[in-house]
């Protein structure tokens, strides 16, 4: 499931990897990545493939060596201190040799979400609520990615007011047209709330491309509150949170999944085509089966075949 | 010889004192003079919330009329603060409610508000008059609906980029029939539909509204019909411009605007029709002293340059980057009387066809009163910015975004140093600077050494070494607010001068070098402060360990102690 883990941006991935080398998921080279002359920045020269000197192409913060070597970050996982004492060999080293940025290059490698074409992408959230930027095109393939007008992200980069980055990026859904051929503002949050959780979490409905990959990204983020029902009897996958139980949990008996639509009007997620789903979905709700009678008779039904 | 002036000669002379550094100062001189200024203060601002306790504020100044608070740190705004982590309004009201203040007024930024917050506000006094809130969050319409049904004498309700979360009520509705005392009102930026019928009813039994900002839900039939009732509006935002350009409701427009002389400030256009024209306010931009177009996302450059050029009274200006370096050309021609401009990039990684640093040279060629500027572009050159700091030696606020975080000259590609040491150099007022683009220890070096009046500075992906940092706050003797993301500056820099925080509001770093060992050594140093670090690793157990990188550390001064507010994973060393 290792691409599921690598779209998963908004955080709680139960990444194993969390506390060890962060090559295991998204290095894009075979070598090892944390040296210092790997993370070294140099600039592009002039008329080289720089992506910043290809029109159109969004914008690249390192020259072009860096792509290809860059020890990017552990897909999923929040940037704890295990991070930083990971990669303490290229720390405290300041202004080594001619690289002009050597003792940075890991750490804004950390916050470096989405690169240029040839790199592995991952993502390294910081927040404990999902408010970062993200990358909607992102390719999470091993290192031969060819993410469509990729772009480079750091998070809370460029210092826009969120309320700005927002707005603007619901005007550009709404002016699809329009907007074609222009990089857009790239973000819908919108809220997520589950019923009996203690807080509710936002996701970014760009960040996906279809309804699979928004359903797997709820699933992670919201497997902390359904521990209790994963480990009790009955339920396959008795060792916590396996993928399957989860899926097993939100797709059979336990939960539907909701939308509120423009109108106000609560729908379920799944009828219409995706991208009219994030045109006109104003938050998300993981409704109990139970309440969900009226809404989602499918899913009723569905869930009593199962069990 | 004050000594001999009674009290209320003194007080009388007191109140020519309006501003709070001034009267900051008055307090200082003596017992007596402290005394009556406490007694005579009637607004105060507090830059952070947490520097002090409602209580103690209200001890001090009883008649205080006018509170102004802030809250999260400036990088909240970019999404760097976690949520939850504070800036809670509720206990300041509380407090003001139990007290005897006859609160006024209140201005917050960046704060949480509770819809029950401004239930209670709007119950607890009776001669509130206005409430301005800037970038803040957590409340809903039917907040808003409390504070227009209960605040009888209410003369402004200003919303400025806040989360407001729409319930669909009615709370325009909400103001009574007997409100007519409103001055300013603007709720640009909520999202919901609001009742048109009471709008327009508010409107008209509103003879002093000077300033009406309306959101985007708003249709062009009502806007004109409002500015039928409104002529004496000074300062409009449009909802919505989306129009049939044959239909009577655009040509009736076109003819209320001519009628609108008193109009000196427009901003808004939230909706527009593809391939908008703006011909219709042309007859009234040369009137114009400010106008914010940065939220109009469907207006063409083309168009935007069409309607700069009729306003060649301009003071300030908001504007989308798609204006291109041809478009700031025309700004820069025509508006001769230019202070203030803002260029917001229309997409957040590049417009290929926006602005460079061409536009800004070419404004600083003819704009010289221009003191404030926030200019996102693509790319910058030393050059560049050698010839606006020549031309424009009374920047005031200097803040530079280029969208490349890391990009140097992007013609000689040197790191832009020299550019940004020639701003400083030049720039003797310089209060407020931004850096962006590659830069080394050199351009703090600059700064300790020139920015003499500098107050707040901001920094992301610079420098190279300790000695960056320690330049800035060895040199800047004013520096109030430094905000850090991305830098190599570590424990050296951060312990070398501990003193110097107590002298500034706060200081914030994320993502550098310094560690949990150097924070936990500070915060035992300095008692006065309050150092913060945010701890968001999703394992609880990891416990703080000397040798660790803090991801983002927070430090304040404050009288008030640690706060008792702070979520779980804020810790206060």
Redesign the interface.
């Known amino acids: 499931m290792s691409r599921a883990l690598e779209h998963d941006y908004i955080?709680?991935a139960e990444n194993p990897s969390m506390d060890g080398s962060s090559d295991k998921l998204c290095s894009s080279s075979s070598e090892d990545g944390k040296t210092l002359k790997e993370t070294e920045?140099r600039?592009g020269l002039?008329g080289s493939e720089s992506p910043?000197r290809k029109?159109?192409a969004?914008?690249?913060?390192?020259g072009k060596e860096l792509h290809n070597k860059l020890n990017v970050l552990k897909a999923g996982t929040?940037?704890?201190?295990?991070d930083?004492?990971d990669t303490?060999p290229t720390?405290?080293s300041?202004?080594q040799g001619p690289s002009?940025?050597s003792?940075?290059g890991a750490?804004?490698a950390?916050?470096l979400v989405a690169l240029d074409t040839q790199t592995e992408v991952g993502v390294a959230p910081?927040?404990?609520?999902p408010?970062?930027?993200n990358n909607n095109q992102v390719a999470a393939t091993n290192g031969h990615a060819n993410a469509p007008a990729a772009?480079?992200?750091?998070?809370?980069?460029?210092?826009?007011?969120?309320?700005?980055?927002n707005?603007?990026a619901s005007?550009?859904t709404k002016?699809n047209d329009?907007a074609e051929g222009?990089?857009?503002?790239?973000c819908l949050y919108v809220k997520v709330s589950m019923d009996g959780a203690p807080y509710l979490r936002k996701v970014d409905l760009k960040t996906y491309k279809n309804y699979v990959e928004l359903s797997s990204a709820l699933e992670k983020m919201f497997s902390c509150f359904t521990i209790g029902q994963c480990n009790s009897p009955g339920l396959p996958g008795k060792d916590g949170l396996s993928e399957s139980s989860l899926r097993d949990l939100l797709h059979g008996s336990e939960y539907v999944l909701t939308y509120e639509d423009k109108d106000?009007d609560w729908m379920l997620v799944g009828d219409v085509p995706w991208e009219m789903f994030t045109d006109s979905c104003r938050r998300l709700r993981i409704m109990k089966g139970s309440e969900a009678i009226g809404l989602a008779p499918r899913a009723m039904e569905k869930s009593k075949s199962q069990n | 010889m004050m000594n001999y002036f009674p009290d209320e000669v003194i007080e009388h002379i007191f109140d020519y004192v309006a501003s709070h550094r001034d009267r900051n100062v008055l307090s200082l001189v003596c017992k007596s003079w402290y005394r009556i200024e406490r007694w005579t203060r009637q607004r105060v601002f507090i830059g952070n919330c947490y520097s002090i306790t409602p209580e103690r504020l209200i001890r001090r100044f009883p008649g205080l009329k006018s509170l102004t608070l802030k809250g999260k740190p400036h990088?909240a705004?970019?999404?760097?603060?976690?949520?939850?982590w504070g800036g809670f309004v509720y206990p300041w009201i509380e407090a003001l409610a139990k007290s005897r203040v006859g609160l006024e007024e209140l201005r917050l930024k960046r704060m949480v508000v509770s819809d029950e917050s401004l239930e209670l506000l709007s119950r607890s006094f009776t001669h509130f008059k206005s409430l301005v809130l800037v970038?803040c969050e957590g409340f809903t319409t039917d907040g808003l609906a409390a504070i227009a049904a209960n605040c009888r004498f209410l003369r402004e309700l200003d919303l400025q980029?806040?989360?407001v979360e729409d319930h669909?009520g009615q709370w325009l509705s909400c103001f009574p029939d007997s409100c007519t005392s409103l001055v300013s009102l603007n709720f640009a930026?909520l999202k919901g539909e609001v009742s048109l019928g009471a709008l327009e009813r508010l409107v008209a039994r509103s003879p002093n509204l000077k300033s009406l900002k309306l959101n985007r839900s708003v249709p062009l039939d009502a806007l004109q019909r409002i500015m039928m009732r409104a002529p004496q509006l000074a300062d409009l935002g449009i909802g919505s411009f989306d129009h049939d350009p044959e239909s009577e409701a655009y040509i009736k427009l076109k003819n209320t605007i001519l009628k609108c002389r008193s109009l000196t400030s427009l901003s808004g256009f939230l909706e527009v029709p593809?391939h908008c024209s703006l011909a219709a306010i042309y007859p009234i931009c040369p009137n114009l002293t400010s106008l914010n177009l940065?939220?109009a996302?469907?207006i063409q450059g083309s168009e935007l340059i069409k309607l700069v050029r009729h306003c060649v009274k301009l003071q300030r200006l908001w504007i989308m980057d798609c204006i291109g370096d041809e478009g700031l050309g025309v700004v820069a021609m025509t508006c001769k009387y230019l202070q203030e401009l803002r260029v917001?990039?229309?997409?957040?990684?590049?417009?290929?066809a926006a602005v460079t640093e061409k536009g800004l040279v070419a404004i600083s060629m003819g704009c010289p009163k221009l003191h404030s500027l926030l200019y996102?572009c693509h790319q910058m050159t030393n050059a560049a910015l050698i010839t606006v700091a020549k031309n424009c030696p009374n920047f005031i606020r200097f803040r530079l975004?280029i969208?490349?975080?890391?990009?140097?000259d992007a013609d000689t590609?040197q790191p832009l140093d020299e550019g940004f040491g020639a701003i400083v150099q030049s720039c003797r007022q310089l209060r407020r600077l931004?850096l962006s683009g590659?830069l080394?220890d050199q351009v703090f070096l600059y700064i300790g050494m020139y920015a003499e009046q500098l107050e707040m500075l901001?920094i992301?992906?610079a420098g190279?070494?300790?000695k960056g940092m320690l330049y800035v706050l060895n040199g800047c003797k004013k520096l109030r607010k430094l905000e850090i993301?991305?830098?190599?500056f570590?424990n050296m820099a951060l312990l070398t001068d501990v003193g110097k925080y107590e002298t500034m509001r706060s200081l914030w770093m994320s993502?550098c070098?310094v560690t949990?060992g150097a924070c936990k050594s500070l915060a035992k140093k300095m008692p006065m402060l309050n150092v913060e670090i945010f701890?968001?690793?999703?394992?609880e157990d990891?416990s703080?360990?000397d040798?660790?990188?803090v991801?983002k550390m927070y430090l304040y001064r404050t009288l008030a102690g640690k706060r008792k507010d702070a979520p779980e994973?804020v810790w206060t060393l």
């Not at chain 1, 969004?58 to 390192?62: I, K």
């Not at chain 1, 222009?182 to 790239?186: E, L, N, V």
């Not at chain 2, 969208?403 to 140097?408: F, G, N, S, V, Y």
């Not at chain 2, 701890?535 to 394992?539: A, D, G, I, M």
């Open positions: 955080g709680l920045l600039l002039p910043e029109s159109g969004g914008v690249c913060l390192f929040k940037r704890g201190f295990s930083a004492i303490s720390h405290g300041q202004g002009l940025f003792p940075r750490n804004v950390k916050t910081q927040s404990a609520k408010v970062q930027e772009k480079a992200q750091v998070v809370g980069w460029p210092p826009i007011r969120s309320f700005r980055k707005t603007m005007n550009l002016n329009e222009k990089p857009g503002f790239g106000g | 990088f705004d970019f999404s760097l603060v976690p949520y939850d970038s980029e806040n989360e669909k930026c593809p940065s939220y996302a469907g917001f990039p229309s997409a957040p990684y590049g417009n290929p996102f975004c969208l490349d975080a890391l990009k140097p590609m931004s590659r080394t901001s992301a992906f190279e070494s300790d993301r991305d830098c190599p570590g993502s070098e949990v701890n968001e690793n999703e394992q990891c703080l360990e040798g660790q990188r991801e994973y």
